[in-house]
């Protein structure tokens, strides 16, 4: 069964201040690896799409990575209005009805 | 584009009574299917379909009916509303089944049952 498992659960950083989150999973063959923001009140926002090991993806401020284990979302920078929750999932080959298996999430709060 | 589309966005039911969510999509999207977002549980998947007239069951299906007799429409019928289905349900769509394109979200519908 895929799993996935994002850390920290929070983060908080003065603007400015880089970090990384982190998305750990396990899966049967990987299809993709799909990261998302979320605002209170609102549904997940697409950011980015991985496929293979080695693979980044910029946009503004994010920048995704991915490894045969773990993906990573780098916030350089940043601004409060980066302030979401982060949402990592995966499409595993064998995912009955394309399902995606999310992970709990990290909510990332960036103060001025 | 409106994109993905959910009425009502808050709702409160009794234990036993019965309610629609619905969810449309004008992006002209062959796949859609229903999430459930628990703290602590991640997204789930409810159900799915891959066109019009065809629906399966997702990882949690039970307590839940869909149908879709539109390309636009995928709505989520509780027929007997249980506490355990408060949640904030989520609709999305994509292109296509089985292609890796992103799913697309609505902004969700918030359900409590008393």
């Known amino acids: 069964e895929d799993q996935v498992t994002q850390s920290p659960e929070a983060l908080r950083l003065q603007e400015g201040e880089s970090s990384s989150l982190n998305c750990s999973y396990t899966?049967?063959?990987?299809?993709?690896l799909f990261w998302y923001r979320q605002d209170p009140g609102k549904g997940p926002e697409f950011l980015f799409t991985?496929?293979?090991a080695g693979e980044e993806k910029e946009k503004e401020r994010l920048k995704a990575t991915l490894t045969k284990k773990e993906s990573f979302l780098h916030i350089t920078a940043p601004k409060p209005e980066d302030s979401a929750t982060y949402l990592c999932?995966?499409?595993?080959?064998?995912?009955?009805?394309?399902?995606?298996?999310f992970g709990g999430g990290t909510r990332v709060l960036v103060k001025p | 584009n409106a994109g993905v589309t959910q009425t009502p966005k808050f709702q409160v039911l009794k234990t036993g009574q019965s309610m629609t969510l619905q969810c449309a999509q004008d992006?002209?999207?062959?796949?859609m299917s229903w999430y459930r977002q628990d703290p602590g549980m991640g997204l789930r998947l409810i159900h799915y379909?891959?066109?019009?007239?065809?629906?399966d069951q997702g990882e949690v299906p039970n307590g839940y009916n869909v149908s879709r007799s539109t390309t636009e429409d995928f709505p989520l019928r509780l027929l007997s509303a249980a506490p355990s289905q408060t949640s904030v349900y989520f609709c999305?769509?994509?292109?296509?089944?089985?292609?890796?394109?992103?799913?697309?979200f609505g902004n969700g519908t918030r359900l409590t049952v008393t």
């Open positions: 999932a995966v499409q595993g080959v064998k995912a009955a009805g394309n399902k995606l298996t």
């Open positions: 379909s891959v066109g019009a007239g065809i629906t």
């Open positions: 999305a769509s994509k292109h296509r089944f089985g292609y890796n394109s992103p799913l697309h």
């Open positions: 899966v049967s063959g990987l299809r993709g």
């Open positions: 992006m002209n999207h062959e796949y």
């Open positions: 991985l496929y293979s």
